[in-house]
């Protein structure tokens, strides 16, 4: 069985490159070989492959670009999960798609189970839900995995750049009033990997069948505290040669650091029915980010 997986170079596609690997012969393509801006090329590469599942690891998530190149952001988000849909009806593959925490509106007080209205308050956002809804309109048999705050050890991401800045700077201010949880890269390949087991063995999709799942990590918590953890573990990490302290992260509103777009106040996502429907549930961020450390140390250190 083939397994076209798109975005292999980024954050989840390169985890997902050993999770499918048990479930079939992954052809797994680059934005060199499979630029989703390029209508085209999608259709190419898919009637290439015929592969019987396809997954969309990539995504325009430049948040604040996108409210710049909103035609860009459109033809990567929106345009193109329609095209890998309509190349997947005909073709009766499954197609496994990631979407975001942006499509709400960040102003339910508890967390947001699958049912809730969206509301995008972004260009990012709102492209993001417009992908979801153009697989939809397609009716092929897809799944969808709504996530937050993704990091891991490869491509840019918040760590990353906390690290970054914890060598440079003695203080920081780090938004306070957002809360979401920390997704690892790992944790969404692993739980695709367990999901695409259970929908092939007894639970497979009926023709045309669309499902929508959030997928996030437990506990969620504010920027601020990511960023105090982040670097307390850092600090407390080999190889890492910080200047700044966790103790000298300061929390802010949002209001005072204004960015081109506009973030959900609450990221905070319900698991619940994923859970229920795979027999899994979500794991703590903070073991995977420790791990993430140690691989960014080894790194470092020529390891």
């Not at 960040?106 to 697989?135: H, M, N, W």
């Not at 993704?150 to 914890?166: D, P, Y």
């Not at 259970?198 to 045309?208: E, I, N, P």
Request: aromatic share 6%; with cysteine; charged share 20%.
């Amino acid at each position: 069985m083939k397994i076209l997986l798109l975005g292999k170079d980024g954050q989840v596609g390169w985890q997902l490159q050993r999770s499918l690997a048990p479930h079939g012969d992954v052809v797994a393509c680059g934005r060199s070989e499979c630029d989703l801006s390029d209508a085209d090329r999608i259709r190419s590469v898919v009637r290439e492959v015929a592969p019987a599942i396809i997954v969309n690891a990539t995504a325009y998530t430049a948040v604040d670009k996108a409210e710049s190149e909103p035609e860009m952001a459109a033809a990567i988000n929106a345009v193109a999960p329609g095209i890998l849909a309509e190349e997947g009806k005909q073709l009766g593959a499954l197609l496994l798609h990631y979407s975001t925490d942006y499509v709400y509106d960040g102003l339910k007080a508890t967390p947001y189970v699958e049912s809730d209205p969206t509301g995008p308050q972004s260009v990012y956002g709102r492209s993001k839900l417009a992908g979801e809804e153009a697989i939809r309109a397609v009716g092929g048999k897809s799944v969808i995995f709504r996530t937050s705050w993704v990091f891991g050890a490869r491509g840019g991401n918040f760590v990353k750049t906390i690290l970054r800045l914890a060598r440079e700077k003695e203080s920081l201010n780090v938004v306070d009033d957002q809360l979401g949880s920390p997704t690892p890269a790992a944790l969404i390949a692993t739980v695709t990997g367990v999901g695409l087991a259970m929908l092939r063995h007894g639970q497979l999709l009926d023709a045309g069948e669309s499902r929508l799942y959030h997928l996030a990590a437990a506990r969620p918590v504010s920027w601020c505290t990511f960023a105090q953890t982040i670097v307390q573990l850092a600090d407390a990490a080999p190889g890492f040669a910080l200047r700044l302290k966790a103790e000298s992260i300061h929390p802010i509103a949002t209001a005072q650091y204004p960015t081109p777009a506009c973030r959900p106040a609450n990221s905070r996502l319900d698991c619940r029915k994923l859970e229920s429907d795979f027999g899994l549930q979500m794991p703590d961020w903070q073991p995977y980010l420790e791990r993430m450390l140690q691989l960014l140390a080894l790194k470092q250190n020529g390891y």
